[in-house]
T-cell receptor
Framework: AQRVTQPEKLLSVFKGAPVELKCNYS??????LFWYVQYSRQRLQLLLR??SRESIKGFTADLNKGETSFHLKKPFAQEEDSAMYYC???????????FGKGTKLSVIP | EAEVAQSPRYKITEKSQAVAFWCDPI?????LYWYRQILGQGPELLVQ????????DSQLPKDRFSAERLKGVDSTLKIQPAELGDSAMYLC??????????????FGPGTRLLVL
C-alpha cells in the first residue's frame, strides 16, 4: 500500500527565514511526487511535481529515493507563502493521488 | 482560464436524508475524481471515472454512496441516507489524459457538507 506522511501539522517561520516542509512516502515502485497548495479561500492547486524539476514561487523539491522523501524548500519565506501544503504520490501507471494530511505554513511578518 | 465547477458550495442536511453534489470538469478532461476531505486530513479518493466508466470505486461506501457520469462530462455524487460521519468537504477534480500532463489534477472549490 502507498502512504504519504507529513510529520508537521503546523510550521511557523519568520519572514525571510528558510522553509522546509517535510514529506516521506512509502511505495514499492517508482512513484511520481507532487506538492499541492491551498491558499486561504482558494481551491487546491498544483505547486510543483518532481518530474518537472522546476522552481515555482521560489519553492523546490527533490525526490530522494534512498530516504523516500520529497521535502519542499524555499530559502526565504514570504508572507504570501502562508497556506496549507499537501504532499501527494501517484504510483507508476496510475493517475490516482494519495495525499498526506497536510502542513499548515504560517509566515510571521 | 477554465476551472472545475461544483455545486452547491455548502449543504446542511439531517441524517437519513439524501444529498447530491454536482461537478463539471474542465472541458475535454476525460478523467474525473471525487474526493472526501475530513477536517484535518488530506483528500481521500472516493471514485475515479475515465469518460463515463468507473475506473476505481474501491473506497466508495457503496451501501450509501453512488456516483455517475452518464455522458462522460459532468458527474453527480449522491449519498442516501446521509450519516453524521459524512460531514466533510467533497472535492471534485479532473485531469487530461494526454501524456505528460495527465497526472496533474485540477480541483474544484468543493462542497462542504454538514449532517445534523
Amino acid at each position: 500500500a502507498q502512504r504519504v506522511t507529513q510529520p508537521e501539522k503546523l510550521l511557523s517561520v519568520f519572514k525571510g527565514a528558510p522553509v522546509e516542509l517535510k514529506c516521506n512516502y512509502s511505495y514499492s515502485g517508482s512513484p511520481e511526487l507532487f506538492w499541492y497548495v491551498q491558499y486561504s479561500r482558494q481551491r487546491l492547486q498544483l505547486l510543483l511535481r518532481h518530474i518537472s524539476r522546476e522552481s515555482i514561487k521560489g519553492f523546490t523539491a527533490d525526490l530522494n529515493k534512498g530516504e523516500t522523501s520529497f521535502h519542499l524548500k524555499k530559502p526565504f519565506a514570504q508572507e504570501e507563502d502562508s497556506a496549507m501544503y499537501y504532499c501527494a504520490l501517484s504510483g507508476a501507471g496510475s493517475y490516482q493521488l494519495t495525499f498526506g494530511k497536510g502542513t499548515k505554513l504560517s509566515v510571521i511578518p | 482560464e477554465a476551472e472545475v465547477a461544483q455545486s452547491p458550495r455548502y449543504k446542511i442536511t439531517e441524517k437519513s436524508q439524501a444529498v447530491a453534489f454536482w461537478c463539471d470538469p474542465i472541458s475535454g478532461h476525460a478523467t474525473l475524481y471525487w474526493y472526501r476531505q475530513i477536517l484535518g486530513q488530506g483528500p481521500e479518493l472516493l471514485v475515479q471515472f475515465q469518460d463515463e466508466s468507473v475506473v476505481d470505486d474501491s473506497q466508495l461506501p457503496k451501501d450509501r454512496f453512488s456516483a455517475e457520469r452518464l455522458k462522460g462530462v459532468d458527474s453527480t455524487l449522491k449519498i442516501q441516507p446521509a450519516e453524521l460521519g459524512d460531514s466533510a468537504m467533497y472535492l471534485c477534480a479532473s485531469s487530461s489524459s494526454r501524456a505528460g500532463g495527465g497526472k496533474t489534477q485540477y480541483f474544484g472549490p468543493g462542497t462542504r457538507l454538514l449532517v445534523l
